[in-house]
């Protein structure tokens, strides 16, 4: 019998990180929006409609809220002046000639690097310099086994939900609760936009799409009130169980996702395949990336030959 998740209507809003978020692999099955420029689009959208609500949050202090507004100003600035890279090169080249500084996009996109290469060298920024010139080649891409993957996006997700969201989870878990769907209203959406500068043509095209998403405390965050951090030797096996609740409610059938494929076709799966049998060595192979990652899967010294 096929799981089923949250997230498999693509409505999901999920509070915290997720962990198909995490596990990035450029160009590859799960990755993000492969094409970046559509991708930043979506997250300016969303990252304003973000910092707008923040800023307006009378329950933080004026100074919190003061840098949701500068980081508000700063996202929306800079995707302004994408607009004008996009739509207008000359000017845009015109301006940035006699410039020393280039307002750019960091993200941990895929293809961010590449794209903030190319936009450099097409902004001919200070116009004399060698930016060009001194590109460095883009970064080998290591092959890392499957339950290596997963574990460093265990990691990641875990360690970016706390260091970002640690002291609102209590608070959330009492308004939200754990696993309860609340739908977004649509005048969220319709701010951002307005924010954002769309006109009516692209708010009566674009915002449709946004029509039943809704805002979601995943269950798995409940266990992190018992993670023990930072990631070390000592804490592995509280990384583990979190990561396991995390993909299991996430990806109820991750097993039968691409990459595993060749667990799926061993020897002992082919008559059955039954799925907790499967699950439970992908399981068991992550746990064993990450004692590695964590260094403390060393193996024991061989015994010393006693002689008399």
């Known amino acids: 019998m096929k799981g089923s998740s949250m997230f498999d209507d693509g409505r999901a809003n999920s509070l915290v990180f997720t962990f198909s978020g995490q596990l990035l692999k450029d160009g590859e099955y799960c990755a993000p929006e492969p094409d970046f420029l559509k991708w930043v689009d979506n997250s300016l959208f969303a990252d304003v409609g973000t910092t707008v609500d923040e800023a307006a949050d009378g329950k933080l202090p004026e100074e919190e809220r003061a840098a949701w507004k500068l980081f508000h100003d700063a996202i929306q600035a800079t995707g302004n002046l994408l607009d004008l890279y996009k739509g207008n090169l000359q000017l845009f080249r015109k301006v940035a000639g006699d410039l020393m500084l280039l307002p750019c996009f960091r993200s941990r996109h895929p293809d961010n690097v590449r794209f903030n290469?190319?936009?450099?060298?097409?902004?001919?920024?200070?116009?004399?310099?060698?930016?060009?010139?001194?590109?460095?080649k883009g970064p080998h891409l290591a092959r890392q086994s499957w339950p290596v993957r997963y574990a460093y996006a265990i990691i990641f997700t875990l360690d970016l939900?706390?260091?970002?969201?640690?002291?609102?989870?209590?608070?959330?878990?009492?308004?939200?609760?754990?696993?309860?769907?609340?739908?977004?209203p649509m005048s969220r959406y319709e701010e951002a936009a307005r924010k954002l500068g769309w006109d009516e043509e692209k708010k009566r095209l674009e915002l449709p799409s946004y029509v039943g998403n809704y805002e979601i405390l995943p269950v798995w965050t409940r266990s992190l009130k018992k993670l023990h951090r930072p990631f070390n030797k000592k804490h592995v096996l509280?990384?583990?169980?979190?990561?396991?609740?995390?993909?299991?409610?996430?990806?109820?059938?991750?097993?039968?996702?691409?990459?595993?494929?060749?667990?799926?076709?061993?020897?002992?799966?082919?008559?059955?395949?039954?799925?907790?049998?499967?699950?439970?060595?992908?399981?068991?192979?992550?746990?064993?990336?990450?004692?590695t990652i964590a260094g403390s899967n060393h193996r024991r010294p061989a015994a010393k030959l006693v002689t008399k």
């Open 117 to 136: 290469r190319a936009y450099l060298e097409n902004s001919r920024l200070s116009l004399h310099s060698m930016a060009s010139a001194c590109q460095p």
């Open 238 to 291: 509280d990384y583990w169980h979190a990561g396991k609740e995390m993909i299991l409610e996430e990806m109820p059938d991750f097993h039968v996702r691409p990459e595993w494929d060749d667990y799926r076709n061993r020897r002992a799966y082919q008559t059955g395949r039954k799925k907790g049998a499967i699950q439970h060595a992908i399981f068991k192979d992550i746990l064993t990336a990450l004692k």
């Open 161 to 184: 939900t706390l260091d970002t969201y640690e002291t609102r989870l209590p608070e959330w878990a009492d308004i939200y609760g754990y696993g309860v769907r609340h739908p977004i």
